[in-house]
Nanobody
C-alpha cells in the first residue's frame, strides 16, 4: 500500500507562484509513473505533468497549457515529487492531485486546492 500526501496549495494572485509537494510513504519498490493531475469544478481530471518510467528510460510530459510555466521535479531518496508553478493564471484554479503508479496500481493523494485570483 502506498500513501500520498500533497501540500503547498493556496490562494495566489495571477502571475504569482506556488510549489506543490507530494510525499509518498508505504511499500514502494519501483514506481513506473509519478506526476500531477488537476481537476477544476465541472471538468474532468487532466494530466498536468508526469514522469513515465519504462526500464531505464524516463519520459516527461507536460500539458500544453502549462509548458514553460510549470516544472515537475523529484527527489527519489525522499520519495517526493514537486510541481513548481510560475506565472499562474486564473484558469489554473483546480484541485491538484499527486499520482504514483506502483506495480500497476495507481495511487492518488487527497488533493490540494490551488486558487488563482485575477
Amino acid at each position: 500500500q502506498v500513501q500520498l500526501v500533497e501540500s503547498g496549495g493556496g490562494l495566489v494572485q495571477a502571475g504569482g507562484s506556488l510549489r506543490l509537494r507530494c510525499v509518498a510513504s508505504g511499500t514502494i519498490f519501483s514506481s513506473t509513473a509519478m506526476g500531477w493531475y488537476r481537476q477544476a469544478p465541472g471538468k474532468q481530471r487532466e494530466m498536468v505533468a508526469q514522469y513515465t518510467i519504462v526500464g531505464a528510460a524516463t519520459t516527461l510530459n507536460y500539458a500544453e497549457s502549462v509548458k514553460g510555466r510549470f516544472t515537475i521535479s523529484r527527489d527519489n531518496a525522499k520519495k517526493t515529487v514537486y510541481l513548481q508553478m510560475n506565472s499562474l493564471k486564473p484558469e489554473d484554479t483546480a484541485v491538484y492531485f499527486c499520482l504514483r503508479r506502483e506495480r500497476g496500481v495507481d495511487y492518488w493523494g487527497q488533493g490540494t486546492q490551488v486558487t488563482v485570483s485575477s
